[in-house]
């Protein structure tokens, strides 16, 4: 399986697969479509909403690898279940501090 993580100079692009009204926020691995391709699974309790879920699952985000919010953005899928996420910042440590959260 691919990596769900796209490096690049200066970010991260990230492909996540998100469940609004999850029940609760949280980050449930990594996981493969049917194309093989590789995505984060979130899932977060607010709604989708007027980008409320996109907004909870950029927050979820950026506390899990103790980032700033404003270093987290959409690239595309904002009204998708999966989505692309932009991270700012020396995407190889991004790699590090996300396979240490997801073991």
Avoid: C, Q, Y
């Amino acid at each position: 399986m691919s990596s769900p993580w796209s490096l690049f100079d200066d970010h991260l692009r990230l492909a996540v697969r998100l469940t609004p009204n999850g029940g609760r926020d949280a980050l449930d691995g990594i996981e493969a479509d049917g194309e093989g391709e590789a995505f984060l699974k979130a899932r977060v309790t607010a709604v989708p909403e007027k980008g409320k879920a996109n907004k909870a699952l950029m927050l979820l985000i950026a506390k899990s690898l103790r980032i700033p919010k404003s270093s987290v953005s959409l690239v595309s899928g904002e009204t998708a279940r999966k989505k692309i996420l932009r991270i700012d910042g020396d995407p190889e440590d991004l790699v590090k501090k996300l396979e240490i959260f997801l073991g």
